[in-house]
């Protein structure tokens, strides 16, 4: 059956689609933020200042790397970066905050080809270089993404 108009599909739904400005602000399209299906986006965006600060402790690592790229030798470095990474997974899967070990199996947490994209397009504005997905998933665990992390920031800093 086609639509009333070129714009309206009533008995259609969007699958994957997040809007990366928040539908509050004045940067945001304003189809999006009229369509009732976005309405969970609309709550998350309410209460993103609470998730702020989680966010504010990779920034400040990664601009303290900015200034002395030696930090990414310690273990602790490569451990930090692997709990980051991990959070990330863990809200992509919806998981909320678990217990996160450096040695789990990323495959157990639930890291699959999707999941993998989406991981790596963050990975890609978070970090600043590219990472392909299949080499995010033959890692096994978030120590070695840790790890390729810091290596792929030396690369970055080191110049």
Do not use: C
Not at 81 to 108: Q, R, Y
Request: proline content about 4%; hydrophobic content about 40%.
């Amino acid at each position: 059956m086609p639509p009333s108009s070129p714009q309206e599909y009533g008995d259609a739904f969007l699958l994957g689609v997040a809007p990366t400005v928040p539908l509050g602000s004045a940067e945001s399209s304003t189809r999006l933020s009229k369509d009732v299906r976005m309405a969970a986006y609309r709550n998350i965006g309410r209460g993103q200042s609470d998730a702020l600060p989680a966010n504010d402790g990779l920034r400040a690592f990664l601009s303290s790397v900015k200034k002395d790229p030696s930090i990414l030798n310690s273990h602790e470095s490569v451990n930090t970066l692997a709990l980051e990474i991990g959070k990330k997974l863990a809200s992509l899967l919806l998981t909320g905050d678990v217990d996160l070990d450096t040695s789990t199996n990323t495959a157990d947490m639930g890291l699959d080809s999707l999941v993998a994209i989406e991981l790596r397009g963050w990975w890609k504005l978070t970090f600043g270089f590219e990472i392909s997905t299949l080499e995010m998933l033959s890692m096994g665990t978030l120590e070695a993404l840790g790890k390729r992390t810091a290596d792929g920031l030396k690369g970055l800093y080191d110049n």
